[in-house]
């Protein structure tokens, strides 16, 4: 703490710094819950504004590295929770609260809240319509979750005895407002859907804040009734009023009253349909009545008709008409026999194979000679042919050489002396000539 000069008199700048150490000391953090006031944000980033209720006010000033953390949008009239060091500006001598946190307070923390859990559910899918089931139409037990002391029992439990008064209600008490009440509802939900008593539980409450409602916006809670295995209404607040059960629920009414009138139909509805219905049901009774009286006199109708003797007699009368049929058929076949053997007859003593025969003979005695003279032919003709080719032959011999008076010199192997280098002295030739072979050796001056 500061020390007073001996003179005991301050200069504003002391004075100041006094009140800023003594205040700084007695609240280094502080908690203070208000509605914001004269909000500014300059280009610097900084936020300032007041704090303030029905009586007073304190300003406050939020610096920018701590501003960009805040989950909300600051504006005038919103109602925040402020958590800060209390400290004394010394230009101006006004004491401010400088800021670390700055949240949002009741409702509208509580409305944060309740937009991030909703979109946490319904990206899981918790609240997809493809997974709700459709309500009986006519329900035989109810299981009814509420407080039993509330306006909303009162609602249902009428509606439902004026509309249906054949359905059974049980009311299943359970807390619906308070810090175990979400715990308890769930509890009871899950033992009701379980037992298999219930044809479909109804989740109801009058209305109330958001902070009254909440614990209809458990995410537990909401969970359980997407899951359950019995379908789950949920008429929970006004219509205004929205819950997380509302969007898990198989179908959402507006009020406790609505939702009973959508549970269970109009007793007078009823009576008239089921007045409907039966006299649909005597009307179709008669005609099917008609209709069976219509068939057994046309049946007694035909049986007179179709007595035994007359159906003998047309029986028999069937028979000759069928025998006198086949009858005419045979004659008309056995005449058409007769008149193709008729024509085969006829044919055949026209064409008298004997002389065709004799037809024949001659024509084969006239083409017997034939094949003779063609062999004869082509001998002849073959012979022809062979003269020419030996007379070509002959031509080109080299035996004809040497009958003209040449002769072939050969050694012994058979190889013919064509010129003086062909033959050495002492070999041994054979000379062809026209009418033989000689034997000859090369002396040496012949070569």
């Known amino acids: 703490m500061p020390t007073l000069p001996n003179d005991n008199v301050l200069s504003p700048t002391q004075l100041n710094a006094l009140a800023r150490s003594l205040l700084e000391d007695a609240f280094p953090v502080v908690l203070v819950e208000g509605e914001l006031g004269n909000f500014s944000r300059p280009a610097s980033g900084h936020m300032y504004f007041t704090l303030k209720d029905a009586r007073a006010q304190v300003r406050c000033a939020l610096f920018k590295p701590k501003s960009q953390w805040l989950k909300f949008q600051p504006r005038d009239g919103l109602k925040v929770l402020a958590r800060g060091r209390l400290t004394l500006y010394e230009a101006r001598g006004d004491y401010q609260l400088i800021l670390d946190s700055l949240e949002e307070a009741g409702e509208g923390a509580l409305r944060r809240a309740f937009d991030e859990l909703k979109a946490k559910l319904q990206a899981e899918g918790v609240f997809d319509d493809a997974r709700k089931r459709l309500l009986p139409a006519y329900p035989r037990r109810l299981g009814l979750i509420t407080s ?6 009162r609602d249902v439990l009428s509606v439902l005895a004026r509309r249906f008064p054949l359905v059974e209600v049980d009311v299943l008490p359970v807390p619906v407002q308070g810090d175990a009440a979400a715990a308890q509802i769930r509890g009871m939900l899950e033992r009701a859907a379980a037992s298999g008593r219930y044809d479909v539980l109804v989740l109801a409450r009058g209305g109330g804040s958001l902070e009254d409602l909440w614990a209809f916006n458990d995410e537990a809670l909401a969970r359980a009734i997407a899951s359950s295995p019995v379908p789950v209404i949920s008429a929970i607040g006004h219509e205004t009023d929205f819950t997380l059960a509302d969007f898990a629920a198989d179908l959402r009414a507006p009020t406790p009253s609505v939702a009973a009138e959508l549970l269970v139909p109009s007793a007078v509805d009823v009576r008239t349909r089921v007045r409907g219905l039966h006299q649909r049901l005597e009307a179709l009774h008669l005609q099917r009545m008609r209709d069976r009286m219509q068939r057994a006199d046309r049946a007694s109708l035909r049986l007179q008709a179709l007595r035994p003797q007359a159906r003998l007699l047309a029986l028999g009368e069937r028979q000759q008409q069928a025998l006198r049929r086949l009858h005419a058929a045979w004659q008309a076949r056995e005449t058409g026999l007769r008149a193709r053997l008729r024509h085969a007859e006829a044919v055949l003593r026209a064409t008298r194979p004997e002389r065709r025969l004799a037809m024949l003979r001659e024509r084969l005695a006239m083409l017997a000679p034939r ?8 001998l002849q003709n073959d012979a022809l042919r062979l003269r020419g080719i030996a007379r070509s032959l002959e031509a080109v011999s080299p035996l ?12 012994e192997d058979g190889r013919v002396v064509r010129g003086m280098r062909d033959a050495a002295p002492g070999d041994h030739l054979s000379a062809r000539v026209g009418d033989g072979q000689l034997h000859l050796r090369v002396e040496p001056g012949d070569a």
């Open 148 to 153: 039993p002391s509330g306006a909303a029992v």
């Open 400 to 411: 004809a050489t040497v009958a003209r008076g040449y002769a072939i010199l050969q050694h």
């Open 371 to 378: 094949p003779q003279a063609a062999i004869a032919r082509s």
